[in-house]
């Protein structure tokens, strides 16, 4: 050993007898740095291991190891909302409401634990007016998110009352025209179904949602898309929330070369979507056709990548 390194070891040994505070603090600092290492790694492997044991039904040890993952790190509220989803499964509503409470107040922007606290809510056979002080109403985004859940439901009065309390916006304007639209299409389905009862119509399911899906089924089967653009254009007017009617004619744009309707057409479907994959399929791919057409291969790929190869 050189005579300089000697000398800087045994300096160091002295520094560290004689002054015990430096000692500890770098011996507190290391601890702390591993400490906090294995606390993250315990979390994380209690975590999903209790994901793993919930998706092979283990329900019981999947609650005993979320709440494990409580004591661990009580300020991760994933764990409640995972919690919430276990607890539902078992049947245990109240404490799954519980849950999903803190879920949504610990991130009232997250949609899908704004959807877990209402389907929680329900199965628990309350109403709203019954957890009002418990949850974040005054968050914008939480009652944006929960009017979006009962519009997905189809709870459409409750998603109405939801949005009569939000601040007009660009959000409320298109959440509001959808529910028109709905409400319309109600309407006409009434007065078609009451009109073939009454006998006043000749065909009984030529003019209903149904009625108009077969034939336009049997039109495009013929290729005849000028008959399959006047017929889907009389459907969106009778039921402009149908999402299979938007494609019909954007079909028939495509096929007589009117790409930039198509593609106005086709996108403004995308609004109706909801879980309908085969027919979100088609929709891309009728999309990738128009732009394609109006020389836009940017656009184009941009949906045929959201064309799902499954369906």
Do not use: H
């Not at 050189?2 to 505070?21: E, M, Q, R």
């Not at 119509?201 to 034939?215: A, F, L, M, V």
Request: glycine content about 2%; aromatic content about 12%.
């Amino acid at each position: 050993m050189k005579i300089n390194d000697l000398i800087s070891v045994l300096f160091l040994g002295l520094l560290l007898a004689y002054c015990p505070t430096f000692a500890q603090e770098i011996e507190t600092e290391d601890s702390a740095e591993v400490f906090l290492e294995a606390y993250s790694d315990t979390f994380q492997e209690t975590f999903f291991e209790a994901l793993k044991q919930k998706g092979i039904e283990n329900y019981d040890k999947a609650i005993n190891l979320l709440l494990e993952c409580k004591k661990i790190d009580p300020s991760k509220k994933v764990v409640d909302f995972e919690l919430a989803k276990v607890y539902q499964e078992t049947k245990m509503y109240a404490a799954a409401l519980e849950s999903a409470i803190n879920a949504v107040n610990a991130n009232p922007e997250n949609y899908w634990y704004v959807y877990v606290f209402v389907d929680v809510l329900q199965l628990n056979r309350n109403t709203m007016d019954t957890v009002k002080n418990q949850i974040p109403n005054d968050n914008l985004a939480f009652k944006e998110n929960l009017a979006t859940v009962y519009y997905q439901q189809g709870n459409y009065n409750a998603a109405s009352s939801i949005l009569k309390t939000i601040k007009r916006s660009i959000f409320t304007d298109t959440l509001n025209a959808k529910l028109k639209d709905l409400k319309q299409e109600e309407k006409n389905t009434e007065a078609l179904s009451f009109s073939t009862t009454t006998g006043t119509q000749e065909n009984e399911d030529s003019s209903t949602i149904e009625g108009y899906k077969n034939n336009i089924e049997n039109i495009i089967k013929t290729k005849n898309y000028e008959l399959l653009d006047s017929v889907s254009n009389e459907a969106l007017e009778n039921f402009p929330a149908q999402p299979y009617f938007y494609y019909a004619r954007g079909l028939a744009l495509n096929k007589k070369n009117k790409f930039r309707e198509a593609v106005s057409i086709l996108e403004a479907s995308l609004d109706y979507m909801l879980d309908d994959i085969p027919l979100a399929n088609k929709i891309y791919k009728e999309l990738y056709v128009g732009y394609t057409g109006l020389n836009n291969p940017e656009k184009a790929n941009v949906y045929l990548r959201k064309v799902n190869p499954g369906f």
